[in-house]
């Protein structure tokens, strides 16, 4: 199974690189699976993760329910309701953007699993995560090892 871990973020908005971050962890931890970080979105995404059978997706997520730290495991519907371009410095949703690669026939992961990380500050100049957020990345890249162990 060719798997592709996507670790997504902005890496000088403060808590909006810990996609970034947990990407180069697990880079460090799991082998067999294809470890990429970047800042694509929308549409950009699905050149990322053609001819993969699964993908895990880890970003920063804000819904102000959750406190900083706290992890997510959603599927790409779970995001309907969270995402909204209105709302989204990164433009196209992830489920637009999966359903129009699929009517234009891209090779899409049958299986997406996304790890999104409560968030302090995500529109903060800066290098550091912030405390609550820099404390649960250990936790996080423990949380996706072990899922992307099982599944090899």
Excluded: W
Excluded at 18 to 32: M, N, P, S, T, Y
Excluded at 62 to 91: A, M, Q
């Amino acid at each position: 199974m060719k798997t592709l871990v996507l670790g997504l973020g902005n890496p000088i908005l403060s808590d909006d690189a810990v996609g970034i971050r947990i990407a180069r962890e697990l880079r460090k931890r799991v082998d067999g699976v294809d470890v990429e970080e970047g800042a694509v979105a929308g549409i950009t995404i699905l050149d990322h993760i053609q001819g993969y059978d699964s993908l895990v997706i880890v970003d920063s997520i804000k819904t102000g329910k959750s406190p900083p730290g706290h992890l997510h495991v959603l599927r790409p519907e779970d995001l309907d309701c969270v995402t909204r371009p209105s709302r989204s410095h990164h433009g196209l949703g992830l489920v637009r953007a999966l359903s129009i690669g699929k009517r234009m026939g891209y090779d899409l992961p049958d299986t997406i699993r996304i790890y999104a990380v409560e968030v302090l500050r995500n529109d903060e100049f800066g290098e550091d995560l912030s405390p609550q957020v820099e404390e649960s990345v250990p936790a996080v890249v423990e949380a996706i090892a072990s899922y992307l162990t099982e599944r090899q």
